[in-house]
């Protein structure tokens, strides 16, 4: 496998540990997923994102989102076909998966929807109050210039 080698990141940057592994968890999802189910990532507006992942066939009991330590996991186990199909040809996936995103920080998921065969999460980014920009005052050691008022008699 190739290593990407971060060091110059490291030596510019504070907070950023983990994002070697995941990279390395981006490239492993991938070789293990093969693409299935297809999926979408969106921006729906300025801090609104949605994911849409096609999971025609499944029902809503057959599906399972989880969030933990910052990583989005979809599941969706189908129930064996207990009808005894015997298939000429089956093009329709009909297997059970497993696709991870990883989240980053202060990415929350809001709602989930499974309409048409297309499940939809949606995430919001919600930084807090102490997490975003503020000016800071610089203070001066030096001392203060005296200025005197002279009042007219």
Same mark, same amino acid.
Request: aromatic share 8%.
């Given at each position: 496998?190739?290593?990407?080698?971060?060091?110059?990141?490291?030596?510019?940057?504070?907070?950023?540990?983990? !994002?070697?592994? =995941?990279?390395?968890?981006? !490239?492993?999802? /991938?070789?293990?997923?093969?693409?299935?189910?297809?999926?979408?990532?969106? $921006?729906?507006?300025?801090?609104?994102?949605?994911?849409? =992942?096609?999971?025609?066939?499944?029902?809503?009991?057959?599906?399972?989102?989880?969030?933990?330590?910052? $990583?989005?996991?979809?599941?969706?186990?189908?129930?064996?076909?207990?009808?005894?199909?015997?298939? =000429?040809?089956?093009?329709?996936?009909?297997?059970? !998966?497993?696709?991870? !995103?990883?989240?980053?920080?202060?990415?929350? $998921?809001?709602?989930?929807?499974?309409?048409?065969?297309?499940?939809?999460?949606? =995430?919001?980014? /919600?930084?807090? /109050?102490?997490?975003?920009?503020?000016?800071?005052?610089?203070?001066?050691?030096?001392?203060?210039?005296?200025?005197?008022?002279?009042?007219?008699?």
């Amino acid at each position: 496998m190739n290593r990407i080698d971060l060091t110059p990141l490291y030596r510019s940057s504070v907070g950023y540990d983990r !994002f070697g592994s =995941l990279l390395d968890a981006a !490239f492993q999802t /991938e070789k293990s997923s093969a693409g299935y189910p297809p999926y979408n990532i969106e $921006v729906v507006e300025s801090d609104n994102y949605a994911i849409t =992942l096609a999971v025609a066939g499944f029902k809503q009991a057959e599906l399972d989102i989880q969030v933990e330590n910052g $990583v989005l996991t979809i599941r969706g186990k189908k129930d064996s076909d207990e009808n005894g199909n015997t298939f =000429l040809h089956q093009g329709i996936a009909n297997r059970s !998966f497993e696709r991870k !995103f990883n989240l980053a920080d202060h990415i929350e $998921v809001t709602e989930a929807d499974l309409q048409d065969g297309l499940l939809t999460i949606k =995430l919001v980014k /919600e930084v807090p /109050e102490a997490m975003k920009p503020k000016s800071i005052a610089i203070q001066s050691t030096e001392p203060q210039a005296i200025t005197h008022e002279h009042k007219a008699a």
